[in-house]
């Protein structure tokens, strides 16, 4: 093989190389730290055809999986676009359907994605924002327990009282009362 190509060549691997290490997830990056240097020693073989069509799949190989670190990196994104939504407007009605087309996913899009990421459903993860919030009221107000809830998005005193001795396996009284 020309010396001149096999220098681009490995020229080329260590700036694919780079690209790869940066977008390659935690503890998956001696997978290609030990595939490199192998097909190093593969361009100096004779049959460059067969190495160039090799080196253009593996090349098509890492564009896909730098294409899918970015899309999973977006939906992250999303996810913490629909958890701000929440923290900024627990204390009215929220439906799974306005967070949906405010990050601009489907209902199941979010749905599916929200318990992935969090792993708790959008109403569960709702809710425990809700709780964490009305915390604090019951702490430093003196506010019956129905203000409390309604001022933390609960439609109803007895849903909330449910709910928060679900989370904190105390009512909301007892709690107070502590």
């Known amino acids: 093989m020309d010396p001149i190509l096999h220098v681009q060549i490995e020229q080329l691997f260590a700036l694919s190389h780079q690209i790869a290490m940066m977008s390659c997830p935690k503890g998956k990056s001696e997978v290609l730290s030990a595939i ?3 097909l190093l020693k593969l361009v100096s ?3 460059f ?3 160039s069509h090799f080196l253009l799949i593996f090349n098509n190989l890492l564009f ?3 294409s899918e670190e970015r899309l999973l990196f977006r939906q992250d994104k999303r996810i913490l676009k629909a958890q701000e939504f929440i923290e ?4 009215k009605p929220i439906k799974l359907s306005d967070v949906a087309k405010y990050v601009g996913l489907s209902k199941g ?3 599916r994605l929200f318990r992935k990421q969090t792993a708790k459903t959008f109403i569960e993860y709702l809710n425990e924002v809700r709780i964490e919030h009305s915390l604090d009221l019951l702490r430093k107000t003196d506010d019956l327990v129905s203000e409390v809830a309604y001022s933390c998005g609960f439609s109803n005193g007895h849903h909330f009282s449910k709910i928060f ?3 904190r396996g105390v009512t909301p009284g007892t709690f107070r009362k502590k």
């Open 109 to 111: 899009a979010l749905s």
């Open 64 to 66: 896909e999986f730098i």
């Open 165 to 167: 001795k679900r989370k």
């Open 49 to 51: 055809p067969v190495v």
């Open 36 to 38: 490199f240097p192998r």
């Open 45 to 47: 073989v004779k049959e």
């Open 88 to 91: 900024k407007n627990y204390d």
